[in-house]
């Protein structure tokens, strides 16, 4: 089994939402160097934690519908992804090294997310 694949632990979600939040100070605080690294252009899917605490991988995806502009978007995250992983870092406050990097989301896991989220949506009708 992969190791992002398993259930996370406590400490992995600990460390997934202080992530989260610094990315998301990142986001409010640090000037970036294109929009199109922001939650304009993307939106953030998944962080996982390896079980050892020193990886992490964002799962993003454009929102945009169009080709061109979504292949914008991947080669922004290609150029600036360190940049944006060091300011990450810088505000999460991390005692360990951490190898952040990001990952475009995968198309299943978006359709899996999306009939979760109609069957939540039909439960909370009922």
Do not use: W
């Not at 979504?70 to 300011?87: F, N, S, T």
């Not at 009939?115 to 009708?125: F, M, N």
Request: include cysteine; aromatic fraction near 6%; proline fraction near 4%.
């Amino acid at each position: 089994m992969y190791e992002y694949d398993a259930a996370p632990t406590v400490s992995q979600e600990r460390m997934a939402q202080r992530i989260h939040r610094a990315l998301h100070t990142v986001y409010a605080v640090e000037p970036l160097p294109t929009h199109l690294v922001t939650q304009t252009a993307m939106t953030i899917r998944d962080i996982k934690v390896a079980r050892n605490l020193r990886a992490c991988r964002i799962f993003y995806e454009p929102t945009s519908t169009n080709k061109a502009e979504q292949a914008r978007v991947e080669k922004a995250m290609d150029q600036h992804g360190l940049l944006l992983a060091k300011l990450v870092k810088e505000h999460a406050l991390l005692r360990r090294p951490i190898s952040i990097k990001f990952a475009l989301a995968s198309e299943e896991k978006r359709r899996l997310d999306d009939i979760y989220d109609q069957l939540e949506q039909q439960l909370r009708d009922e």
